[in-house]
């Protein structure tokens, strides 16, 4: 073991009182704490953006065509042949929507009827749905709602599976539907589509390709990438998670001063030892390396009991249902957690470099200590 090392391990020996030892826990404690909080907010924040993002880019279209006035089958047609020469698009399908009442065992609920172009025919419920309707596949349910000649229709559905996307609103007030249903279900002799849902290679550039939509389809058409139509979403959990991070760094902070405290403290206490290795023959640069190393051990001890309670937490509850718990009306309805090892590696790496700044003002004042200074009043 390097000999400046050993010192510095040597110099924080508890066996030694006085107040260097009760400030030496309490930095450690408070830099524990602080890497706890720090990872466990950085953690589940990232946990709930991760399992958001991954669950509508799943779950719904990555682009959104709509005419803004009439357009003709034809020019949608035209738009939507355009549309799937873009590149990175990976496919482009006709869709429509409507409203209505459904009714089943005495349970009603308005709900979204969506088509889906990939089903050859029948009705999907969302589970959410059917377990409030209490329907199952093979049951009917009655529909209320205006009808492509704008009267009231009544029709009878046959539920012929339940699904699950993930999100709330979709699960619970919206049932999918082939082309050929929905023509049915709202009078249409023939299916026609009020507009285009795009699906992309890389959700992740949604707005950079339906900018270049636009830009193709022209001003009689609006297009919608699903980041923008989800962008309050997305900003409240993001300013959340800044915040949290911003007051867990202020606790972080409070436990780097602790530290500067606790290192000028050892300074202090060990002036006359550091004085017998300067008559020794010990560098000036070796004694301030020496302090420098006792801030990283500190920061490293108060770390890995952080890290340990983090795992410890995660193995012991649930934080899935904390996170569902504290983040109410949550489109989510389930996310997965998991520590990632390269961000706690960082984190370490973070306490420590501030740690050896914390210390470089101890460290400094220790490296101008006099040889024989201190050993005249011993």
Same mark, same amino acid.
Do not use: C
């Given at each position: ?62 682009? @959104? ?6 357009? $003709?089958? +034809?020019?949608?047609?035209? !738009?939507? =042949? *355009? &549309? %799937? ?112 849902? @795009? ?6 550039? $949604?707005? +950079?390709?339906?900018?270049? !939509?636009? =830009? *193709? &389809? %022209? ?129 370490? =790496?973070? &306490? ?27």
């Amino acid at each position: 073991m390097p000999l400046v090392l050993k010192l510095a391990l040597r110099f924080l020996s508890l066996k030694r009182g006085g107040l260097a030892r009760f400030t030496t826990i309490g930095a450690a404690l408070i830099i524990a704490i602080g890497v706890f909080a720090f990872l466990f907010a950085l953690t589940l924040s990232n946990a709930f953006e991760r399992s958001l993002i991954s669950t509508l880019t799943r779950s719904v279209p990555h682009i @959104v065509v709509t005419p803004i006035g009439d357009v $003709s089958s +034809t020019d949608l047609e035209t !738009v939507k =042949a *355009l &549309v %799937g020469t873009v590149n990175g698009v990976q496919n482009a399908r006709f869709a429509s929507s409507a409203n209505a009442m459904i009714t089943a065992n005495g349970q009603s609920q308005f709900v979204l009827v969506k088509t889906h172009e990939n089903m050859d025919s029948g009705v999907v419920f969302g589970d959410l749905l059917a377990s409030k309707l209490q329907i199952t596949a093979g049951e009917e349910a009655e529909l209320l709602l205006l009808g492509q000649d704008g009267k009231l229709r009544r029709v009878r559905i046959r539920a012929n599976g339940i699904s699950s996307t993930g999100l709330y609103q979709e699960d619970a007030g919206q049932i999918t539907v082939s082309t050929r249903e929905y023509a049915a279900i709202v009078g249409q002799e023939v299916f026609t589509p009020q507009g285009i849902e @795009v699906h992309l290679a890389e959700p992740m550039s $949604s707005e +950079t390709i339906a900018a270049k !939509v636009a =830009a *193709l &389809v %022209g001003n009689g058409f609006e297009v919608l990438s699903w980041e923008r139509s989800n962008l309050a979403v997305l900003d409240s959990i993001r300013s959340a998670k800044r915040f949290a991070l911003t007051v867990v760094s202020l606790l972080a902070a409070v436990g780097i001063l602790g530290l500067l405290v606790t290192t000028a403290v050892l300074v202090r206490e060990r002036s006359h030892d550091i004085s017998v290795l300067r008559t020794m023959g010990l560098r000036s640069s070796s004694i301030a390396s020496m302090v420098l190393l006792q801030s990283a051990v500190i920061a490293l001890s108060g770390s890995l009991p952080g890290i340990a309670l983090l795992y410890l937490v995660f193995a012991m509850t649930d934080p899935t249902a904390f996170i569902l718990t504290v983040a109410e009306g949550s489109p989510l309805r389930a996310l997965t957690v998991e520590s990632n090892a390269i961000e706690t590696l960082f984190t370490v =790496a973070g &306490v420590i470099v501030l740690s050896v700044f914390a210390g470089l003002f101890p460290a400094m004042k220790a490296a101008r200590v006099k040889p024989l200074a201190n050993l005249r009043q011993i």
